[in-house]
Structure formats: C-alpha cells, structure tokens
C-alpha cells in the first residue's frame, strides 16, 4: 500500500453505507488521511469501525487490500506532530485541518493476473 496514494474510506452516514475517496499515506502500521469539516470526519468519528481499500494495477496484475479498523481523529500536539512528518499534501487546494488515523484490526487482499477469459467450453468438461 507505500507505493499507491488513493484510496476508499468506507464508513456509515445516518445508516446509509459511504465511500470517500481520499489521498493517504501508510505511517508506522497505519492508515493516515486529512480531511476538511464535514460527513467524512463526522462519520469517521462517530463510527471509529470502518473499513478502508486500496488497490492498484499495471498490465499484468493488480491488487486489492482491505483494512478493518479503527478510525481516530489526531488531536493531541504529539499525534499531529507525528502526522505532520508524513508531509500527506491535499490533493485539492482547500483546507483539510483534521488528520484521521486507522488503526487496522484486520487485513486482507489479493493479488490477481491479468489474461484472456477463459473458453467456457473448456472449462465445463
């Protein structure tokens, strides 16, 4: 996940499902995003379980991983200091004051090649 910078936050707004995509940094053994005032904070707040994917491919084969974890807005001057390090620029150019750090709780994910589809024929004999 080090070497990809897109990723999905998935999370609950008022018991409907939500995806945000979100530029991220791996920091230590997490998952560290910024984000602005709005759902995507309140969310991840208020529902600390949420899920988070990342994937990527070339020609060949691609990948997918996702975490099951904990979701915590930095608050304290250490945890933003040491967020700070992870120079994790917004994509875009507003305001995003508020780190949110993952802590996984489950990792899983796959790797597949790429090929022709197999002749269902073939396959059924």
Do not use: C
């Amino acid at each position: 996940m080090r070497g990809v910078a897109l990723g999905r936050l998935v999370t609950v707004v008022d018991g409907q499902v939500e995806i945000f995509p979100v530029n991220f940094v791996v920091q230590g053994h997490s998952v560290l995003f910024r984000t602005a005032e709005g759902t995507k904070l309140v969310s991840a707040a208020i529902n600390k379980n949420v899920l988070f994917e990342a994937d990527d491919h070339d020609a060949a084969e691609g990948w997918s991983v996702v975490i099951r974890g904990m979701a915590k807005t930095l608050r304290t001057d250490e945890e933003i200091t040491e967020a700070d390090q992870a120079q994790l620029i917004p994509w875009i150019a507003t305001v995003k004051q508020h780190y949110v750090r993952i802590r996984p709780l489950r990792l899983t994910g796959r790797r597949f090649s790429f090929g022709p589809e197999p002749d269902v024929e073939a396959t059924a004999t």
